[in-house]
Nanobody, 124 residues
């Protein structure tokens, strides 16, 4: 019943930009904190960015600060990840996640629901 559906992934050259979207359904979106995680081949899923229920607070991994921006639209039930100045090391499957009690925003266990993921590939 709860679904998070990511879109916007694709192939881009280093230095380029992509905007990921995640549309949520089956939950009261405005009550949930949202996060983006990514997983590269052979690596653990890692925190990328998070945003609180209202959009008033955001957090970023050091590796993406200054390049990525997370935002949300509670009317459209959508969270976004604007990715600029992309690097080959950004290549990964990107996952959207939702938490109704976010205390440690980098912890995967804090998130109750996850999307299927969307592939981002950055060529050098």
């Amino acid at each position: 019943q709860v679904q998070l559906v990511e879109s916007g992934g694709g192939l881009v050259q280093a230095g380029g930009s992509l905007r990921l979207s995640c549309v949520a359904s089956g939950l009261t979106f405005s009550s949930y904190h949202m996060g983006w995680f990514r997983q590269a081949p052979g690596k653990e899923r890692e925190f990328v960015a998070a945003i609180n229920w209202s959009g008033g607070s955001t957090w970023y991994a050091d590796s993406v600060k200054g390049r990525f921006t997370i935002s949300r639209d509670n009317v459209k039930n959508t969270v976004y990840l604007q990715m600029n100045s992309l690097k080959p090391e950004d290549t990964a499957v990107y996952y959207c996640a939702a938490s109704n009690a976010l205390r440690d925003y980098v912890a995967k266990r804090q998130y109750d629901y996850w999307g299927q993921g969307t592939q981002v590939t950055v060529s050098s």
